[in-house]
C-alpha cells in the first residue's frame, strides 16, 4: 500500500476546516491552527488517521470482510459511486454504498430493510421481462415507478448479503444517524471528521474537509485502493488454497484407486 503525502493532502485541501465558532471542543487535538476565523487541520494527523485506516481497511478486504460506504451530501455522491464501483470489479459482492439519503434502521433493522432488497429485486424482473409477468401495462407502469423509487435508496445497497462489518462515512456529523445506528450494532467505523464533529464517536478518525471535492476524492480513493488491494491478497490467497485442496483431494484419489486395485486382486 503506497503511503499518502502531507503535500497530496494539502493540495486536496483536506487542511481547511470549519469556521472557529463551529469547533467541536473534542476535536481540538487535530487542529493546527485558527486563520481568518477558520480552523486550520493538522494534515500529519490527517495522513496517520488515513493510513490507519487504510491498513485496516486492507486487512478486512484480505479476510473477506464487507463494508458501507455513506456519502449522501451533495459532494460526496458521484465520487462515492464511483470508487465503489471500481472495487465491485475486483469483489462485486462486499463492498456497497449509501448516496441517496439515510433511511433509519439500515444497520440496527437490518432482517426488515432486507425485504425491501427482495421486492427491488422482484420488480426489476417483472419491469425487464419480455412478458411482464402477465400484468397489465398500468400495473408495470406502477411498478416501475416504485422500482425508481427503491433503486434510488437503496441502488448501491440491494445486493448485499448480510450486515456489514464495518463503514466508511464520508460525514460523520452529517451521518450522525448512521454512526449512532453503527456503533449500536457494533460495527467498525471510519469516517471523515471535519471541525465540527467529535472524532471519538468512530474507531477510526480521519480529521479532513468533508466538503471539498478534492478531499473527499483522494480519501475515499486512497480507503478503495486499500480494499482493492486487500481483496486481491484474499484472491491469491484462496487459489493457493484452492489448488492445495486439488492436489490433496488428487493424492486422496490415487490412495483410494491403490487401495481398490489391491482388494481386486
Not at 491552527?33 to 490527517?46: D, M, Y
Not at 449522501?72 to 469483489?91: L, S, W
Not at 421486492?119 to 401495462?137: A, H, M, N, P, Q
Not at 478534492?214 to 488491494?229: C, H, R, V
Amino acid at each position: 500500500m503506497r503511503q499518502i503525502t502531507l503535500e497530496e493532502l494539502l493540495e486536496a485541501g483536506c487542511h481547511f476546516g470549519h469556521q472557529v465558532n463551529r469547533r467541536n471542543p473534542k476535536a481540538n487535538r487535530y487542529i493546527f491552527e485558527a486563520r481568518n476565523g477558520v480552523n486550520i487541520i493538522n494534515l500529519e494527523a490527517t495522513q496517520e488517521g488515513l493510513i490507519a485506516a487504510a491498513e485496516y481497511v486492507k486487512t478486512l478486504a484480505s479476510k473477506g470482510g464487507s463494508m458501507v460506504v455513506v456519502g449522501t451530501k451533495r459532494q460526496a455522491q458521484n465520487i462515492v459511486k464511483d470508487e465503489v464501483e471500481r472495487a465491485r470489479v475486483v469483489t462485486p459482492d462486499t463492498i456497497h454504498y449509501i448516496i441517496s439519503r439515510w433511511i433509519g434502521g439500515i444497520f440496527t433493522n437490518f432482517e426488515e430493510v432486507k425485504k425491501n432488497f427482495k421486492r427491488l429485486v422482484d420488480l426489476e424482473k417483472i419491469v425487464t421481462s419480455e412478458d411482464r409477468g402477465g400484468y397489465t401495462k398500468r400495473e408495470v407502469g406502477l411498478f416501475e415507478k416504485d422500482l425508481i423509487k427503491l433503486k434510488d435508496i437503496y441502488g448501491g445497497l440491494y445486493t448485499i448479503k448480510q450486515a456489514p462489518d464495518a463503514v466508511f462515512i464520508v460525514d460523520t456529523h452529517g451521518e450522525n444517524t448512521a454512526v449512532r445506528e453503527a456503533e449500536r450494532v457494533g460495527l467498525t467505523t471510519i469516517g471523515i471528521t471535519d471541525t465540527n464533529a467529535d472524532p471519538s464517536e468512530v474507531n477510526f478518525s480521519i480529521p479532513a474537509n468533508d466538503d471539498a471535492v478534492g478531499s473527499i476524492k483522494l480519501i475515499t480513493s486512497y480507503l478503495i485502493d486499500a480494499w482493492i488491494e486487500g481483496s486481491r491478497e484474499k484472491g491469491k490467497s484462496d487459489a493457493i488454497a484452492a489448488e492445495k485442496a486439488a492436489k490433496e483431494a488428487a493424492e486422496l484419489k490415487k490412495k483410494a484407486d491403490k487401495e481398490a486395485e489391491k482388494k481386486g486382486e
